[in-house]
DNA sequence: TTGTAGGCGTTATCAG
DNA sequence: CTGATAACGCCTACAA
């Protein structure tokens, strides 16, 4: 197994000094045509592959990006990673993914594991802890969540109004002549903020807010409160809603699965939105009205955010907020 | 903005040698205590990060693998990637993703891109050119695909066994009953593979095979052609399926509404099973059968394999098959 | 057990 | 424009 090709090697195939074959490589514009095609003439002749070690080292910055995200397994993550990508490929930036639930089972620090790799910047993805990347003294920015933490620690905030989101589902309802109106609700700051819109539009319509939140935010734990909330006598006090907001899409199937098992027709005689766009919302059997963040979009404002921070010096808090739209397809039917 | 502490700062702190420090580190255990405890006290006190780049520059690997995975909004490679974690971190050894589809999309290659990180090793997840890779001359191993390019590159396979899930799935609808069992599949190898299970086991059951094939993987590209068999009128040459095997869950999910749309009652008139046991399959409004290959324990076996390959030498292709499993929900009734 | 010296493959800084 | 030369931070013999 014969050893790697160095810039060495690359250079005295080309005839020319190392520092030739490093200008080429980072294509500075001074360089004699002839002398560059020979660098690359030589470069794929011996299937050099540059070490971004190296560079690292002997360099300012490493030209990588670290993103620690919440839990692989939402998909609005994967969307958002997509955006991030597109955008830092156009600044040369490679970006390297940590999973945060996972790695801290594993007993890991993905913000100290960044270090080590001497990334330029961390995209912090979800609700991870914004004071200790702030602390970590790495540029970063925060997306999708508009928490204290982040506020606190003077990071850029790339984040969807998720209030004016559950605003808009509720208001939606609303127009459609809902006056039973139900939110289902889970833990988490997400939802909390979702929640928070359905409550001020709620009361912006001089209706009576109920909430009932779930243990947590999957399916199966929704379409039990569902179950109970649908289920309840029709007494004065408390008349079966007409209509629910459901903070997340799975927990809006879960309504609709409740709904379904006692035989209350959707969108007949309840209707249900969801939040989030996933793809289960556009399959035939669900087609399930939802409320769309738009999270590659986040995820290339972020990029841009994080490249002007590490190229522009000094650039301000410049956080960003975007306004969610709605998905309209069949759960929802006029009252 | 002071400089990143070095190991000679804290060697210096602790008053030792820079080696000694290297050594505490790598947790030799040719230290004394006394030393051993005063080197860590100096790291934690300046706040030290040993630089991975200058590590992998100076040693002899990087400890870290690159894994390439075809399409992350694909929940299986989630868990994949999970197990591959877990099975990694007991090594030490760090991993970055790769996004294959996304990154083909910017023009950069993953497998270039690993190059230059000098990982030690490669675990190839989907449909990915396993020849590219095993040119590279980086140790790798492939997970959950079984083609013929990743033998032909002599690539331990670490596999689901597509084919006895197909198979699997059919078997069960056949003991229930039923005779007229139609398959939709879809382009790609991992269909390609069910769908043959599908094939033998009705071969083997002396039925007749009615495969329909779906433009794409999704589920309205299945709902679609789902509604054409299931619309045909009940002819004595092709009578309608009293059940069907689609060879994912999106696909399947295609399949119910379909069915629902025509009227069709699941699983009183049409039993339906699914592949992968994705989350949607576990949702009440859904409740599908599915057959389950464990991704998080193939990840699991993937990154021991590599780990043997990387730490142990000139071991074996040691590729392994796992035969999938029958999650039995309430889609299927018996005929 | 501890310390010393050399080198890993680049980039960056200066002279030519 | 081009070509030496010194870092970059660590590992790995080897010597003490």
Partial sequence: MKKRPTIYDVAERAGVSKSLVS????DSPRVSDAKREAVL?????????????????????????????????????????????????????????????????????PIEAFRALRVDGIVLAGEASAPAVARSGVPAVVLGVRDLGAELAELPVIASDEAAGGRLATMHLAVQGHRDIAC??????????????????????????????????????AREVAAELLARAESAQAPRPTAVFAVNDPMAVGVIGAARELGIAVPGDLSVVGYDDSPIAAY??????????????????????????LEGGATQIASRSFTPRLVARGSVAAY
């Avoid at 969307?79 to 993914?97: D, H, K």
């Avoid at 909430?211 to 399916?219: I, N, Q, S």
């Fill in 41 to 109: 003439e030589a470069v794929t002749a011996l299937n050099y592959t540059p070490s971004r070690l190296a560079a690292g080292l002997a360099g300012t910055r490493t030209r990588s990006v670290g993103v620690i995200i919440d839990d692989f397994s939402n998909l609005w993550f994967v969307e958002a990673l997509a955006g991030l990508r597109t955008a830092l490929a156009e600044g040369g930036y490679a970006l390297s993914v940590a999973d945060a639930s996972l790695n801290a089972h594993l007993g890991i620090d």
């Fill in 184 to 221: 289902v609700s889970a833990p988490g700051a997400s939802a909390a903020r979702r929640e928070r819109g359905y409550c001020d539009a709620i009361a912006e319509l001089g209706l009576t807010p109920t909430v009932v939140r779930a243990p947590d935010t999957g399916e199966a734990a």
């Fill in 284 to 309: 035939g059997l669900v087609s399930l009205t939802s409320v769309s963040g738009d999270p590659r979009e986040l995820g290339e404002a972020a990029g841009q955010v994080l490249i002007a921070k």
């Fill in 23 to 26: 200008l080429v490589l980072r």
